[in-house]
């Protein structure tokens, strides 16, 4: 049985994590199928929407300890490149990413959710970075793009204590955008899913590289870049179909993507 599931639905493809009886921790060879999996999504032109979830109790419980527990600091930078570029790759994708976290998703669980765009939770799931629990930290982002998302603060608790919080409280420091019941966790990132597939996906690609551009650049050069894309834009056959659909009062717009 494969340890990465892909299924498309519409121009959405959802891939699931399949080693339950590991609660899906990340070892090389796991890490690797996955990335040949984004490879994949990449590759794929009518794929607008990538979701990731996991099988049985956990979306990701961490990565796989007896593989790292003999390696020395030679052979475990290799090890960590390999997951630190994944979620890099996960992050710079041109789509939209969701995390669909359906249970525990834990130090670099927790990092591969946090390098989608969105986080949905199931309301039994549990998030940490328990690193410091072990004598390590983060090897993958998760020191870097946990404060982005929580504030330095919090993400400092989180670290530094490697408490585990429950969906709620990931919700409350937002954390996840998100919590729903296990049976309504799905049906409800399709359905965001599929909001995002009706729009003008130029337009939603030119977004996300807006706002990942954000992260990095001042107010006024951060304005500046949106100024240039959002003119950009008004050479696509898109900006006339939304914008003449608008006018002409128009339900059920069509955009072609060009």
């Known amino acids: 049985m494969s340890e990465v599931l892909l299924e498309k639905r519409g121009h959405t493809v959802l891939l699931t994590l399949n080693r339950p009886q590991t609660l899906n921790a990340l070892c090389v060879p796991f890490m690797k199928q996955i990335e040949a999996a984004l490879d994949q999504v990449i590759q794929d032109p009518e794929c607008y929407v990538l979701m990731i979830t996991g099988s049985g109790r956990s979306f990701i419980a961490g990565a796989d300890i007896n593989e790292m527990y003999h390696l020395d600091s030679t ?135 807006a706002v990942n551009f954000s992260r990095h650049a001042t107010i006024e050069d951060g304005c500046r870049y949106e100024d240039d894309l959002f003119q950009k834009l008004f050479d696509t056959e898109d900006q006339k179909i939304g914008m003449g659909g608008f006018l002409r009062k128009e339900k059920n717009i069509q955009f072609q993507n060009r």
């Open 75 to 209: 052979q475990i930078g290799a090890w960590a490149k390999i997951g630190s570029n994944l979620n890099l790759k996960l992050e710079q994708m041109r789509i939209p990413t969701i995390a669909v976290i359906n249970g525990y998703a834990l130090g670099g669980g927790l990092e591969l959710a946090m390098s989608c765009d969105i986080r949905l939770a199931s309301e039994h799931a549990r998030m940490g970075l328990p690193e410091t629990t072990l004598g390590v930290i983060c090897a993958a982002g998760g020191t870097q793009r946990l404060p982005r998302i929580v504030g330095e603060g919090t993400a400092k608790e989180m670290i530094f204590s490697g408490k585990t919080i429950d969906a709620q409280e990931a919700l409350r420091i937002g954390l996840v955008q998100h919590v729903y019941s296990a049976e309504d966790l799905l049906p409800e990132a399709f359905a965001l899913a599929e909001s995002i597939e009706r729009n003008g996906q130029i337009a939603v690609r030119t977004a996300k590289s």
